[in-house]
Nanobody, 123 residues
């Protein structure tokens, strides 16, 4: 079992930055792939970014490439999402996720979820 707790969301103007953090706990968390998804009102949950257990591999959804950066600190069991150049269309509930691999995560297969944290970008 893995528990995930997000922090760092809030309201920001377009062009601004936020950093989300997700503290993970549970068995062998450092061996899990971690990631971020988001869900805007009236839309399905979508993949944003993920990172392998070692941190060597990352993937990004096309619309956030070059603006968002995912990283992890296995000593702190924490994953981060640095979000720069934010746009109103980035407004959503952001979820931290954990799975045994990044490919499983992106298939929504055996994923642990955090409770979600709101990010609102005003124009």
């Amino acid at each position: 079992q893995v528990q995930l707790v997000e922090s760092g969301g809030g309201l920001v103007q377009a062009g601004g930055s936020l950093r989300l953090s997700c503290a993970a706990s549970g068995r062998t968390v450092s061996s899990y792939a971690l990631g971020w998804f988001r869900q805007a009102p009236g839309k399905e949950r979508e993949f944003v970014a993920d990172i392998s257990w070692s941190g060597a591999g990352t993937h990004y959804e096309d619309s956030v490439k070059g603006r968002f950066t995912i990283s992890r600190d296995n000593a702190k069991n924490t994953v981060y999402l640095q979000m720069n150049s934010l746009k109103p269309e980035d407004t959503a509930l952001y979820y931290c996720a954990a799975s045994t691999s990044t490919s499983s995560m992106r298939r929504y297969n055996n994923v642990y979820w955090g409770q979600g944290i709101q990010v609102t970008v005003s124009s």
